[in-house]
């Protein structure tokens, strides 16, 4: 999930506007459209590790988002959060049942836009240097649907992007049969300009909708490594001096984008509402 770097100022515009957790002029929709069938199968990541201790989770037991730990991002961003995304975020789209986040996307007009859905980060609240991280999720599918589980750089507020460096545990575009592949990603600066690197994972069958699959990487001071249910798909060497952000804290993004410039708009097989359903996000170092 990249952004573009002439969007800064306005970002953090929106993003102090997102702090408190009401977004006036949103729809209040916790009804029965809310309610989705959660998985009951897929892998399941261990609780513990060797030489390794959990400094933090969310299971996502509580009625609510944990507001202690999560912020709401409100709107539309800039230029559609720099991807030319059609969502506008709310925090009505985002629901927990039993025992997991719901990040739903909605075909629904608001304010100028046509789609809802949420984006929720953990900015100023939780932000971790290096360690391993597991997140066990289940993905949503369709034709210009592109759910993310992603990290930014603590400094963003101060060196905006990519200076802040950006990791992309989890990407997937959906459509044309993709909902079978997913991308880890990392953006920073080199010499002014965007750099990144990214690999991808495709099953062997199935869908990354169809079950629960473990999103993790492997971080240490001189590579981050990329696992879909522990098997590693993509590694970086973060050594090289311009690859430094990597050395830094960062900041947990979870976000279901409609539309973009990566996948492209929803066409009419796409179905409404979509889904990004995660069982939880655990920190070990």
Excluded at 23 to 28: I, M, S, T, Y
Excluded at 148 to 156: C, E, H, I, K, Y
Excluded at 256 to 262: D, K, M, Y
Aim: aromatic share 12%.
């Amino acid at each position: 999930m990249r952004f573009s770097k002439e969007i800064f100022f306005l970002l953090l515009l929106s993003i102090m506007v997102a702090c408190g957790d009401s977004d006036e002029g949103g729809p209040v929709d916790n009804g029965p459209d809310d309610s989705v069938s959660i998985p009951t199968s897929g892998y399941t990541s261990p609780t513990s590790y060797a030489n390794r201790t959990l400094v933090w989770s969310d299971e996502f037991e509580s009625s609510s988002l944990n507001l202690s730990d999560w912020t709401y991002e409100i709107g539309t961003g800039s230029n559609g959060w720099g991807n030319n995304e059609l969502q506008y975020y709310t925090n009505s789209n985002t629901s927990m049942q039993d025992g997991h986040l719901v990040i739903t996307a909605k075909e629904q007009s608001l304010n100028g836009s046509n789609y809802t859905s949420s984006r929720i980060v953990t900015m100023n609240k939780q932000d971790f240097r290096y360690g391993r991280i597991d997140i066990r999720a289940a993905l949503p599918e369709g034709q210009g649907i592109w759910p993310a589980l992603w990290m930014l750089g603590s400094n963003f507020n101060t060196v905006g992007w990519p200076a802040s460096g950006e990791i992309d545990i989890m990407e997937m575009i959906g459509g044309s049969g993709r909902e079978s592949t997913v991308h880890g990603t990392v953006h920073w600066e080199n010499d002014g300009q965007r750099a990144q690197f990214g690999g991808e994972t495709t099953l062997s069958s199935g869908t990354f909708h169809d079950q629960f699959h473990v999103f993790s990487i492997e971080w240490d001071a001189s590579q981050i490594r990329w696992l879909v249910n522990d098997q590693q798909y993509h590694v970086i060497d973060t050594t090289p001096a311009q690859l430094s952000e990597f050395r830094n804290s960062f900041f947990f993004i979870f976000n279901l984008a409609v539309g973009g410039n990566w996948p492209g708009s929803p066409n009419s097989s796409t179905t409404f509402p979509q889904y990004l359903i995660v069982d939880y996000v655990r920190v070990f170092q």
